[in-house]
């Protein structure tokens, strides 16, 4: 079991930042893979970012094609915790994010790959 607890989320006018946290309990975290997927109101829930673990200390990165350049996933493994560092933020950017821990296969942007899931962060841009 990983249990998933997100934070950082909140208000903040176009073109700003705000980062993401989930820190993961129940597992040991480097060797499981994180991401992020968001929801917005009246639309299915979709990949943000990804953090695979591939052996060792080696970890890779992926983005959906609208948050490449301005999103940023990382991890600290001594903290327990994935990132989401968001830049450039435009208001279609708003959404509930939630983070996703442990999928049962290559394709990440898949919803239905992941084991686990946060409850949720509310992140509204406006314009």
């Known amino acids: 079991q990983v249990h998933l607890v997100e934070s950082g989320g909140g208000l903040v006018q176009a073109g700003g930042s705000l980062r993401l946290s989930c820190e993961a309990s129940g597992r040991t975290f480097s060797s499981v893979s994180m991401g992020w997927f968001r929801q917005a109101p009246g639309k299915e829930r979709e990949f943000v970012a990804a953090?695979?673990?591939?052996?060792?200390?080696?970890?890779?990165?992926y983005y959906e094609d609208s948050v490449k350049g301005r999103f940023t996933i990382s991890r600290d493994n001594a903290k327990n915790t994935v990132y989401l560092q968001m830049n450039s933020l435009k208001p279609e950017d708003s959404a509930v994010y939630y983070c996703a821990a442990d999928p049962i296969g290559s394709d990440y942007r898949l919803r239905g790959q992941w084991g686990y899931w946060g409850q949720g962060t509310q992140v509204t841009v406006s314009s």
């Open positions: 953090i695979s673990w591939r052996g060792g200390n080696t970890y890779y990165a």
